[in-house]
């Protein structure tokens, strides 16, 4: 673009450096995640399993099941994805028409909450999620965030590229508001409704705040929560044994497998929808 | 006026339920959140009205006020390098060749601003340990003596919150950028080559005013984000590092959820609240005024 060959060489040169910042420590923990209990204690870099094993993994499911996390996680953010898309793709929908009254005032409404983040109003979320009875439920961790601003807002976008002749057409055949959506919106605004989506999921995939705040109940851990005890040696397994790097770095690896599977799947869509929301603000 | 609203009437009763829900669980939590830090907090919730009292007892608490220049400097840290540095990366996406390098290495680089901050620690915690990769490298080219403890040190912990939290969204914001360098006029470029302009010449005198639209979106987005930083400081918080990295969101969790103290956390929160909106209302003043 700028045909200049210093300027070339020094580009690759910055983005194999930072590319390197990503994957030498990914790599590392892998290795590291992969090594016997011994072999992950010595010091030094490990950049190769020390020796191979898997006792790592198997002290993780094994004795600090890490099964439950996974499934609660799993359970949250499919419930919860779909959810956000079906509410979202409903706002959005009613959003996109344009000759509504009162657009203008639920538009309004909806772009006022983005100016309360959760961390601001945290101890309140707490009370008043206890007040609705829904501390150590994983139903809290579904709610919040149901719906967002920022997924209505991107549904509307898509839905009004759906061109208004066919809708009209459709309409006059006597189509209803749930058969427009289902057999014209969503179809023909798939990108959008799928980019709401991945963002959700890993979003789901991610919550820590909302259990760390909401939940006590062990049998109701979530994935981030049970790999921040391991992390930080919280959920030694007996008194006199402790959790050695292979069994961290396991937890981190298996954590990290599921997101890793999902994302080139997705890439396309997480990035449109980044540059999307980028230029909408 | 009157036919068009009875014509979609149903489309009423299809955004109630959304309304309904940002009234209950973020309206009302907020609203919630005022009338705690007005009122005397008792075991099983608020006892009575005392006026401005937890806002003395904030304002009062040394902690308070550390927590506020904490969660400032942090916020400055983090929006000051994460607007500038992606735009390094950004340029060289734009440079590098063939297509599916380029792609690869924006894969790459995007990657960690999808993980949470459990894995982003647990993975930097590995290799940035006494006995990991950079503290062996540091120490056996002879440039420290001693392995530094990033993650326990009062003097690595801002810089260690800030540093992370750039490198995770570096490639978020550099692709950010990217698209906006993508739309470009490749004919103003080959006008600056006829004219025998040097690639840096044209990084700053068309590449850069390019961008600073988007400069200007990125700059609004990190700033609001960093105010409200939690999850970082959260995770790195420990005893050699709290009074360094320890958020006005983290003291709010502290004392309202850990010490079960309502109305100060609530005062806490409202204040952090107030904070945010006038810094982004200020920071949106200042850009619209260059703008004009």
Not at chain 2, 171 to 181: K, V
Not at chain 2, 206 to 221: A, D, Q, R, W, Y
Not at chain 2, 231 to 260: P, V
Request: proline share 6%; hydrophobic share 55%.
């Amino acid at each position: 673009m700028l045909r200049s060959r210093p300027i070339t060489i020094l580009s690759f040169i910055v983005l194999f450096v930072l590319a390197a910042t990503m994957i030498v420590p990914l790599w590392s923990v892998a290795a590291t995640a992969f090594s016997t209990k011994f072999g992950s204690l010595q010091p030094g870099v490990i950049l190769w399993p020390n020796p191979w094993s898997l006792e790592g993994f198997d002290t993780l499911f094994r004795r600090l099941n890490f099964l439950l996390p996974f499934a609660n996680t799993f359970y949250v953010t499919i419930v919860g994805t779909t959810l956000h898309v079906l509410l979202s793709a409903l706002g959005g929908y009613v959003l996109a028409h344009e000759e509504l009254p009162g657009r203008h005032i639920i538009a309004g409404i909806i772009l006022l909450t983005l100016t309360i983040p959760s961390q601001v109003i945290l101890v309140p979320l707490f009370v008043v999620f206890k007040q609705f009875q829904l501390l150590n439920t994983l139903l809290s961790l579904i709610v919040s965030e149901l719906v967002s601003a920022f997924s209505i807002l991107l549904m509307k976008t898509y839905f009004e590229q759906v061109p208004k002749t066919m809708i009209e057409s459709a309409r006059l055949d006597g189509a209803g508001h749930f058969k427009l959506l289902k057999d014209f919106y969503f179809p023909l605004a798939l990108p959008g409704v799928v980019t709401v989506a991945a963002f959700q999921v890993v979003h789901k995939y991610n919550l820590f705040v909302e259990p760390l705040l909401f939940i006590r109940d062990p049998q109701k851990v979530t994935l981030q929560i049970a790999l921040q005890s391991v992390i930080l040696g919280e959920s030694a397994t007996s008194t006199n044994d402790f959790i050695a790097p292979n069994v961290t770095m396991a937890a981190i690896v298996v954590a990290l497998v599921p997101l890793l599977i999902f994302y080139p799947f997705m890439q396309r869509y997480l990035i449109r929808g980044l540059t999307l929301g980028g230029v909408k603000e | 006026m009157l036919v068009q609203i009875q014509r979609h009437w149903f489309l009423y009763v299809l955004i109630v339920p959304i309304i309904a829900y940002f009234c209950a669980f973020l309206f009302y939590p907020m609203g919630q959140g005022i009338y705690l830090s007005f009122q005397k907090a008792g075991l099983l919730g608020p006892v009575g009205f005392i006026g401005l009292e937890n806002y003395q007892k904030v304002f009062s608490t040394p902690m308070v006020w550390q927590a506020i220049w904490n969660t400032l400097i942090l916020a400055a840290g983090i929006t000051f390098f994460g607007v500038i540095l992606p735009i390094i990366p950004a340029i060289a996406l734009a440079e590098v060749f063939p297509d599916w390098l380029k792609r690869g290495l924006q894969t790459i680089i995007y990657t960690p601003y999808l993980f949470s901050w459990v894995i982003i620690i647990g993975i930097w915690s590995n290799t940035l340990s006494p006995i990991g990769l950079v503290n062996s490298l540091l120490v056996q080219t002879g440039l420290v003596d001693q392995p530094i403890t990033f993650f326990a040190s009062p003097f690595w912990a801002r810089p260690m919150v800030i540093g992370l939290t750039v490198w995770k969204d570096i490639g978020f914001h550099a692709l950010i950028y990217l698209a906006a360098l993508l739309s470009l006029n490749p004919d103003v470029l080959e006008a600056a080559d006829i004219d025998g302009a040097s690639g840096w010449q044209k990084i700053k005198d068309i590449v850069l005013p390019h961008l600073t639209p988007m400069i200007k979106v990125v700059f609004l987005i990190t700033l609001l984000g960093s105010l409200r930083t939690f999850d970082s400081g959260f995770l790195m918080l420990n005893g050699r590092t709290a009074d360094q990295i320890r958020t006005l969101a983290i003291f709010t969790y502290e004392r309202g959820i850990l010490n079960f103290d309502l109305g100060v956390a609530s005062a806490a929160g409202v204040v952090l609240l107030v904070v945010s909106l006038i810094i982004a209302g200020l920071a949106r003043l200042i850009l619209r005024d260059r703008e004009a």
